[in-house]
């Protein structure tokens, strides 16, 4: 599969399978000026404090706020980006054999986190295209689990948001069968479409941690992100922070907050919502008639990500190779599985193409069915 | 402890307590024109390669090689400093109950990092100023470490420098113990007198990876260190890098590598030394006619700190209570103990004030021995 993946970069490939931001909807224009603006004084090339930058915390817990989720500095951790935010928690959170619950698929590096962590991994099924609830409870019940981990919005691999119903649901278990939740919410601001939902830790405050990030809505090399912790574990979780680098860059953080104030976050977010809509549309207007007969695929009211499903006794790894041959590429989505994968399974990432280039990469895909029918 | 630290923060202290470089000598304008030139470009805010920047590695293996120590850019791995350093090492090569060996005082967040490790930390005394080698033997022999941690060159917290005889019989222990060195070198570069000594790694390569850092001759906000590896853990600690962050901020290592190819950093580093020099100079020069009669005290060659020991009798820590009294700060060398602390000694720290400033504050020390004799 390594070997299959090298494959998808040659540079004739059209890649559906990576899992990068566009860097030219990046508004370098902006971010320069914002390091330029911080680096007139030496402080921000001074060590700093483990829980980060008290502007730039203000900052993002005024956004939770507005976004009907109070939030204080405090209640905030910076983390060099939110995978640092996943291996704190599970240092935090973790001891070797404590069980927890994710979603099957599940994203991948969260997985090799929690299994670093020795931690014994049970995969909660879907129901369809949904979160199987009934399985999330009784699973909860039987495996006593140390948290749930979700991305609840825009899912990486699947697309998937948990709706309304289900998000009220998944808390009042939490609450009744006594396990804490990480809610994961790289895309949550990449929405294209449909009305936002409350977020978990709205839902059940003292049950929830949350992990934000930069990566998706700033810029990935800024490497920013952070833990927005229950009031039990925010000591705990900052001395695992100080521990895993003393703190976040200074430069960096300074520059996101300033960045933030400036006022130019916003349209250039606007900028790569417009963007990514597009490609999502094209993807999706497309996907009808390249898709063999009988698949079925996600329709993402945001993210990055489609999940295709191909008909009865295909096989996605088979359909790779093929697909690598007219250069064109995707994920098969037993990468992304805690536990017995579905091999009909498959990923498409639409953000880094232009609509034309995203119907040509289809349209190539689309001829590789026939090739062996 | 914590609440006497606390109190060296007021304004009106002078402060030997601290362990920061100073910010008026680091070179804003030259940092930020890399940045900015860094910049102009989107790549540097995308997500790259945990091993890190190619061309960073390049430089800081150029200066290992033109130092004496051939080294390979594949042979570093860039780290959120060289904390993370020290997490990722011991994440490597530690299982809980592991036994290591440190220097006795040693470098605090080292012991904390190790602790947090699970290891059982031992430390190796002094033999007068200088590390007792053949309890370095006896010790390794007798607890077969998984390696021996040190400071060589300007130790945190003792300012001491393991001379060429001592580095060669370390090195010739770990051989024939079968033991590895983490050779942990923030203050290498920051010598004022004496000559540059080899390093633990060119006198025992198969037996030493190197940790290195900027933020001693560069800037610390930057969060930039390295571990030069050996080949048999260089997988594994890359795989420890990228679940703890995936690689650190793309946009600061892009900067940090043009700053050392605009040649910018030698001269900014050459006032750096210069400075700290006067300093120390300074500190020395006043320490015989403040410390109480039958005191001793290290004359480092370099780094930071200078360590004290009060004669027979005395409590360094009630010492601070006074000190504070009048206004002047250190830090007593009971934090830096693995072991059995020795309640006579202290650290000073030497790099944060003017000379004039650092008399004022060592003359307002040497008025509290009076004030109980």
Same mark, same amino acid.
């Given at each position: 599969?390594?070997?299959?993946?090298?494959?998808?970069?040659?540079?004739?490939?059209? $890649?559906?399978?990576?899992?990068?931001?566009?860097?030219?909807?990046?508004?370098?224009?902006?971010?320069?000026?914002?390091?330029?603006?911080?680096?007139?004084?030496?402080?921000?090339?001074?060590?700093?404090?483990?829980?980060?930058? #008290?502007? *730039?915390? &203000?900052?993002?817990?005024?956004?939770? $706020?507005?976004?009907?989720?109070?939030?204080?500095?405090?209640?905030?951790?910076?983390?060099?980006?939110?995978?640092?935010?996943?291996?704190? *928690?599970?240092?935090? +959170?973790?001891?070797?054999?404590?069980?927890?619950?994710?979603?099957?698929?599940?994203?991948?590096?969260?997985?090799?986190?929690?299994?670093?962590?020795?931690?014994?991994?049970?995969?909660?099924?879907? !129901?369809?295209?949904?979160?199987?609830?009934?399985? *999330?409870?009784?699973?909860?019940?039987?495996?006593?689990?140390?948290?749930?981990?979700?991305?609840?919005?825009?899912? !990486?691999?699947?697309? =998937?948001?948990?709706?309304?119903?289900?998000?009220?649901?998944?808390?009042?278990?939490?609450?009744?069968?006594?396990?804490?939740?990480?809610?994961? &919410?790289?895309?949550?601001?990449?929405?294209? $479409?449909?009305?936002?939902?409350? $977020?978990?830790? &709205?839902?059940?405050?003292?049950?929830?941690?949350?992990?934000?990030?930069?990566?998706?809505?700033?810029?990935?090399?800024?490497?920013?992100?952070?833990?927005?912790?229950?009031?039990?574990?925010?000591?705990?979780?900052?001395?695992?922070?100080?521990?895993?680098?003393?703190?976040?860059?200074?430069?960096?953080?300074?520059?996101?907050?300033?960045?933030?104030?400036?006022?130019?976050?916003?349209?250039?977010?606007? =900028?790569?919502?417009?963007?990514?809509?597009?490609?999502?549309?094209?993807?999706? &207007?497309?996907?009808?008639?390249? +898709?063999?007969?009988?698949?079925?695929?996600?329709?993402?009211?945001?993210?990055?990500?489609?999940?295709?499903?191909?008909?009865?006794?295909?096989?996605?790894?088979?359909?790779?190779?093929?697909?690598?041959?007219?250069?064109?590429?995707?994920?098969?989505?037993?990468?992304?599985?805690?536990?017995?994968?579905? #091999?009909?399974? *498959?990923?498409?990432?639409?953000?880094?193409?232009?609509?034309?280039?995203?119907?040509?990469?289809?349209?190539?895909?689309?001829?590789?069915?026939?090739?062996?029918?």
């Amino acid at each position: 599969m390594r070997d299959l993946l090298a494959l998808t970069e040659r540079p004739e490939v059209i $890649s559906f399978a990576g899992g990068l931001p566009a860097p030219e909807l990046f508004d370098v224009d902006g971010i320069r000026a914002a390091f330029d603006a911080v680096l007139a004084s030496p402080g921000v090339l001074q060590y700093s404090t483990s829980e980060g930058d #008290p502007r *730039l915390r &203000e900052e993002v817990a005024r956004r939770y $706020s507005i976004d009907g989720l109070p939030t204080a500095a405090s209640d905030l951790i910076i983390t060099t980006g939110s995978q640092q935010g996943l291996g704190l *928690l599970a240092t935090t +959170l973790l001891d070797p054999g404590d069980t927890i619950l994710v979603e099957e698929p599940c994203y991948l590096a969260a997985l090799q986190t929690f299994a670093l962590a020795g931690a014994h991994v049970v995969g909660v099924p879907a !129901n369809g295209d949904d979160l199987d609830l009934e399985a *999330l409870d009784r699973l909860a019940s039987t495996h006593g689990p140390k948290f749930f981990y979700t991305v609840p919005t825009f899912q !990486n691999p699947t697309g =998937r948001t948990h709706g309304l119903e289900a998000r009220r649901r998944i808390a009042e278990i939490a609450r009744s069968r006594g396990f804490r939740i990480i809610e994961d &919410e790289p895309y949550r601001q990449l929405r294209y $479409s449909g009305d936002p939902l409350p $977020s978990l830790a &709205e839902l059940a405050p003292e049950h929830v941690v949350s992990l934000g990030s930069f990566s998706k809505v700033i810029a990935p090399g800024l490497r920013i992100g952070w833990i927005r912790t229950t009031a039990d574990i925010r000591s705990t979780v900052t001395i695992a922070k100080q521990a895993a680098d003393l703190h976040t860059s200074t430069i960096d953080q300074a520059a996101a907050a300033h960045y933030l104030v400036s006022g130019r976050s916003e349209p250039a977010l606007d =900028r790569i919502r417009d963007a990514y809509a597009a490609r999502r549309d094209a993807m999706l &207007e497309a996907l009808p008639t390249v +898709l063999p007969e009988g698949s079925t695929w996600t329709r993402p009211d945001g993210g990055m990500f489609v999940w295709v499903r191909l008909p009865e006794g295909s096989d996605a790894t088979t359909a790779l190779r093929r697909a690598l041959s007219r250069d064109v590429a995707f994920v098969p989505g037993t990468s992304f599985s805690s536990g017995t994968p579905d #091999p009909r399974t *498959l990923r498409l990432s639409f953000t880094t193409y232009s609509p034309a280039r995203i119907r040509e990469g289809l349209s190539r895909l689309g001829a590789t069915w026939g090739a062996d029918g």
